[in-house]
């Protein structure tokens, strides 16, 4: 096992006091499978005044000392120091109503979530498993610590954790405890917003994001009830071969782990179920369902409490995910005048990603988008001017020409995507003269109104 020396000396003094000390939770599971350990947490038999008194010369912060946690800070690096606890009474469904300090480490793994957590280490006493978890690591299984319902009941915030590590570690629910997730999920109307928020980004960030959230709409669905007429919902439509829910789990899967892309792929297709209508022939259509997801992704993203600048990116890609692009110079070089680098490449990777979860048929448009990106790639190599600011041209000028408010924005991007086409050179008089002509001829009009 290689500690690190800054959390192992912490585990050291514990112990040269008279302490029993181990390392428990997630960074033995983290050890056990070969990842480097986020953090290091560490349970004791010491109080916390003793945890304290263990190292006089080091900071100490009362991080939940009601609960025994006390946070020492070793070369730069907090770790969190627990006094062996049991726990009783979850009125709340979230935290206990009374904890009450114990001499065993065995009793103190008892209150945990999963067996795979509830492991611990000590380099000279070895392991402590009661629960099996070091078994079911090794066949990726996740099962809860004892009864199931009763975790789930003391702490709805559970459910979505369990999700989480079938998303980030491929773990496959034990039957009894995913049972118990799906039954328990309405339960995580007590959880706040902030919280689900935090664990569902987490979770479409996973590797393993499609075990994850396939079977997990509905759980999903309880603290984010939107969602639910996603679940089983039948496209009817010849470009999709899987319902609502089930294309955006394999988008999500096809998709780069950017958590803007990932959480904008969550709910790109929300709109679909309300939006839905079907023509003579009983072919589906959903008319206006980007707009109508964004929509409902900024009044959900709100309530979550998402950071503003995260919830605004998310926002945008759904509103544009669906818009028609062809895969041409000129398109390629109006989406970088007018998006700008990084918000070109999101929107193409979500619709890369959205068009391969269609139907094997229609794989041309994600090819599109591949084609679109590969050219906005090459334009960034090679072209002189990639932002508004870089052009030989003002907007003093453009005003000398009749032209005024947003016209001259309107102007100025029309400008900058000709220069990155290659379809103008940056000087002041061609520019002048090409505008006059791109105005006359209404190029790119549509296009620009679109988007």
Not at 6 to 32: K, P, Q, S, T, W
Not at 142 to 169: H, K, Q, T, Y
Not at 218 to 227: C, K, V
Request: proline share 4%.
């Amino acid at each position: 096992m290689d500690i690190p020396k800054y959390a192992l000396d912490i585990l050291r003094g514990l112990e040269e006091n008279g302490h029993e000390a181990y390392f428990a939770g997630g960074c033995v599971r983290d050890m056990l499978s070969g990842r480097e350990p986020y953090d290091w947490d560490i349970t004791t038999s010491a109080l916390p005044q003793e945890i304290k008194s263990c190292f006089p010369r080091l900071k100490a912060v009362d991080t939940g000392i009601k609960h025994g946690t006390v946070t020492i800070i070793s070369e730069g690096r907090g770790v969190e120091v627990t006094t062996y606890r049991s726990e009783s009474g979850y009125k709340d469904h979230r935290r206990p109503d009374s904890v009450s300090f114990s001499l065993s480490v065995e009793k103190d793994l008892e209150r945990r979530d999963f067996t795979v957590n509830a492991m611990a280490y000590n380099p000279q006493r070895g392991f402590k498993d009661p629960f099996g978890g070091r078994n079911d690591l090794e066949k990726g299984i996740l099962r809860a610590v004892g009864d199931p319902r009763i975790r789930f009941n003391e702490d709805a915030l559970r459910i979505l954790r369990g999700i989480r590590f079938m998303s980030l570690f491929g773990y496959r629910a034990e039957n009894d405890t995913f049972s118990q997730m799906k039954a328990c999920s309405y339960l995580l109307r007590y959880v706040s917003g902030e919280r689900v928020l935090s664990e569902l980004i987490k979770t479409v960030m996973g590797e393993h994001v499609l075990l994850g959230l396939m079977e997990s709409g509905g759980i999903i669905a309880s603290a984010i009830p939107e969602i639910a007429p996603m679940v089983g919902f039948d496209q009817r439509n010849r470009h999709h071969i899987y319902d609502v829910w089930e294309h955006t789990v394999r988008a999500l899967a096809a998709s780069e782990r950017q958590k803007d892309v990932r959480l904008a792929l969550l709910l790109h297709d929300m709109g679909k179920p309300a939006s839905f209508t079907q023509d003579t022939s009983g072919e589906g259509h959903y008319y206006g369902h980007a707009m109508l997801s964004a929509e409902m992704a900024e009044r959900v993203l709100s309530r979550l409490n998402c950071p503003k600048a995260l919830k605004n990116e998310a926002v945008w890609l759904i509103r544009y995910h669906d818009i028609s692009i062809p895969p041409t110079r000129s398109a390629a070089g109006y989406m970088l005048a007018l998006f700008g680098r990084e918000r070109a490449h999101r929107l193409l990777e979500v619709k890369i990603a959205d068009n391969s979860a269609h139907s094997p048929r229609y794989a041309q448009r994600a090819e599109d988008a591949r084609q679109l990106m590969h050219m906005i790639q090459d334009m960034e190599k090679s072209a002189p001017c990639l932002d508004k600011n870089g052009l030989d041209i003002k907007a003093s000028q453009l005003e000398k020409m009749g032209y005024r408010g947003s016209m001259i924005a309107k102007a100025l991007d029309s400008l900058l995507a000709a220069v990155i086409c290659s379809a103008c050179e940056n000087e002041s008089e061609k520019l002048t003269a090409y505008l006059k002509s791109y105005i006359a001829l209404d190029k790119g009009a549509v296009f620009s109104q679109t988007l």
